[in-house]
């Protein structure tokens, strides 16, 4: 039996002053991020899907909203699909500008490979493997959609392809609105499928 989770990174975010919003209330997508959900949606259109589940976050919420209504279904919650934990939430954290200029934050840079500023990267995989395998069992046989974040999502990915976890946030390929695709043969993975259907972002973009 055949079922696929398709894990949706959401659209862009509307974040004028550019800071680490992490997992603060409140940011919700930009018209452009809303115009991308709704071409997620017309993508998966077609598809069996039964299941659609969120982060809690406003913008993953927003996200699924139209593919959820597209098929006559609710958007479920789950919380294991929010953003990753960041000691730099509400700050500025651009290369040459804000937080990373002042040494009080020096020392929560000191371990890339756990990170060291955020939640480790392996209790990331856990909790969006767990998040999956919820939603491949609600939908049996047929696909479900998860609408997440892309460190969570590039986490899962790497972690399912027996990669390192640590990696160099610049090579993610998890484009805003783009759709990493779980194939299941039973309760196992036999493929990983990534799409664009709103086209490719750079992984540092702005309002990601």
């Not at 609710?74 to 939430?89: K, P, S």
Request: aromatic share 6%.
């Amino acid at each position: 039996m055949n079922t696929v989770v398709h894990v949706v990174r959401h659209g862009e975010v509307h974040n004028p002053e550019q800071i680490l919003y992490g997992r603060l209330p409140g940011f919700g997508l930009s018209s452009r991020g809303q115009r991308q959900a709704l071409i997620v949606a017309e993508a998966l259109a077609g598809h069996d899907i039964t299941h659609v589940v969120a982060s809690p976050l406003q913008r993953a919420q927003e996200t699924a909203a139209p593919l959820a209504a597209a098929h006559r279904l609710d958007v479920a919650t789950d919380e294991r699909l929010i953003e990753a934990g960041n000691l730099f939430e509400g700050l500025r954290v651009s290369v040459g500008d804000g937080a990373l200029r002042r040494p009080e934050h020096w020392s929560k840079l000191r371990n890339p490979f756990l990170p060291s500023w955020g939640e480790p990267y392996v209790d990331i995989a856990r909790r969006m493997l767990a998040a999956v395998y919820r939603a491949r069992a609600a939908a049996e046989g047929h696909e479900a959609v998860c609408v997440s974040h892309q460190l969570p999502i590039w986490t899962l990915r790497r972690f399912l392809e027996a990669r390192p976890l640590w990696h160099d946030p610049r090579q993610r390929q998890c484009s805003l609105a783009s759709i990493t695709s779980l194939v299941f043969d039973d309760d196992q993975l036999a493929e990983i499928v990534y799409s664009e259907p709103a086209g490719t972002t750079e992984p540092k973009v702005t309002g990601a």
